[in-house]
């Protein structure tokens, strides 16, 4: 069952990495008027934001508590070193550092996000064997 403490984590955490990541341009998330979402997130204020999260939160908290469920029956696991190799590529990708975005993503919300991802893969190969027959 998805829980409200489960429902606002996801919310809290994807606020937290815009918050973050908006920081990087010099701007603070709760004051971007509607010209600083222009083009970055399909939003006018952070009130619209807010509602967006919550909204996507749903979908995105049964879609971790599927994974975490499907990973302790087939033992998968999100490592610390895939953590780490994760936040590597990230920084490389934006031309920034390891350190300028850890705060934007803790180990729990990296394995939240792949819990998400294990979920969608495992769907995504049920469809593909036993739906479009390939192998």
């Given at each position: 069952l998805i829980t409200e403490?489960?429902?606002?984590?996801?919310?809290?955490?994807?606020?937290?990495?815009?918050?973050?990541?908006?920081g990087f341009e010099g701007m603070d998330l709760k004051t971007m008027t509607a010209q600083d979402f222009e083009g970055r997130?399909?939003?006018k204020s952070y009130y619209e934001l807010v509602a967006?999260?919550?909204?996507?939160?749903?979908q995105n908290t049964w879609q971790m508590l599927m994974g975490q469920?499907?990973?302790?029956?087939d033992g998968f696991a999100p490592?610390?070193?895939a953590f780490e190799d994760f936040l590597r590529q990230l920084a490389a990708a934006w031309n920034s550092t390891v350190e300028a975005y850890r705060p934007a993503y803790s180990f729990?919300?990296?394995?939240?996000?792949?819990?998400?991802i294990h979920y969608y893969d495992a769907v995504?190969?049920?469809?593909r064997k036993n739906i479009y027959r390939e192998e």
């Open positions: 403490e489960d429902w606002q984590q996801t919310v809290q955490w994807d606020l937290n990495r815009l918050s973050v990541i908006t997130i399909p939003v967006m999260l919550q909204r996507d939160a749903w469920k499907l990973a302790e029956e490592t610390e070193e729990e919300y990296y394995k939240a996000i792949q819990y998400r995504s190969d049920y469809i």
